[in-house]
């Protein structure tokens, strides 16, 4: 994975939430998350595996933090910034942000926090969250990172924790 001409990637983790200090500007990050276990009803994980259904939406609030530094602070600089979320399979999930981001003279570190609240599951595994950046003007993004997020689903022969089955 490589850097832009304009900024250099330094981490992205995924996390419960995270606050910035008023005084400092420090981040704290909350409940940093590498694996999440859900319960799903039998039915429904059959439903998945027969064609019936696309997934099951997990409602979870959940946030990807990402930091990055400047490499000529002297001058303004923008870039566009995004993440991909990807099924163990490789394929692409609905559930994506995209933005903007510009730092001003004289700022060299940026944190980009994106705050999620579903996130469609269609399989157990390890699912990706691809962070890409592209300089501006630029006509395709760059990977600059790969956050790994383990997807483990228990079968269950009630529906009390199914939150929705996304149809198809």
Request: hydrophobic share 40%; with cysteine.
């Amino acid at each position: 994975m490589k850097n832009l001409k304009s900024v250099e990637h330094i981490w992205s983790l995924v996390c419960k939430n995270s606050s910035i200090d008023n005084e400092t500007n420090n981040i704290t990050l909350f409940n940093l998350i590498e694996r999440i276990t859900m319960n799903a009803p039998k039915q429904e994980i059959d439903k998945i595996k027969n064609g019936e259904a696309k997934g099951i939406l997990l409602g979870m609030d959940f946030e990807v933090v990402s930091r990055f530094k400047k490499l000529d602070k002297s001058k303004t600089t923008a870039f566009d910034f995004r993440l991909r979320f990807l099924a163990p399979s490789g394929k692409l999930l609905p559930v994506q942000a995209e933005q903007k981001i510009a730092f001003t003279e004289g700022i060299q570190n940026m944190r980009v926090r994106n705050r999620f609240s579903t996130m469609p599951i269609i399989e157990a595994g390890e699912y990706t969250i691809s962070v890409e950046a592209k300089d501006v003007g630029e006509s395709d993004y760059q990977e600059v990172a790969k956050v790994p997020l383990e997807i483990m689903i228990n079968s269950q022969e009630n529906k009390a924790e199914i939150r929705k089955v996304v149809a198809k």
